[in-house]
């Protein structure tokens, strides 16, 4: 693996870190409000112990997720990049499949999927990337 951000365009980078500052917010915001992410509409009592619990693990994995993006698009190591583009992209399609098994397809499908798509735009952009500098 290289170490060189050369290779990454700024533009990868910067809608990376973005992306970062996005799971960090949600996952600060998922701490102290998680009706902000979670209207009315869904049907969650968040004052309920175990649903609080679970808000908490949510918030937690943007947090993670969050870190993890800031870290390596500030490191801009291509492969490491896209591993955990990837892994975020596994957490949309998750979402995204669990709407629809719950029966509850609304507006907020549109946030998990315009995400996923960026994210797959970003990793096939790594990939070639990664692919242009193998063959030098």
Not at 41 to 56: H, R
């Amino acid at each position: 693996m290289t170490t060189h951000i050369d290779f990454v365009p700024k533009w990868v980078r910067i809608s990376v870190g973005v992306l970062a500052l996005l799971n960090i917010l949600f996952g600060i915001m998922g701490y102290f409000d998680m009706s902000i992410l979670f209207h009315n509409g869904a049907g969650l009592d968040l004052t309920n112990g175990i649903l609080k619990q679970a808000s908490n693990e949510f918030a937690a994995r943007n947090l993670a997720i969050g870190l993890g993006l800031l870290i390596v698009a500030l490191k801009g190591v291509p492969e490491s990049i896209t591993i955990v583009l990837i892994i975020r992209a596994l957490v949309e399609i998750q979402t995204i499949i669990m709407t629809f098994v719950s029966g509850k397809v609304d507006a907020m499908i549109a946030m998990p999927l315009v995400f996923l798509t960026a994210e797959i735009f970003l990793i096939k952009t790594l990939i070639g990337v990664i692919q242009k500098r193998d063959a030098k």
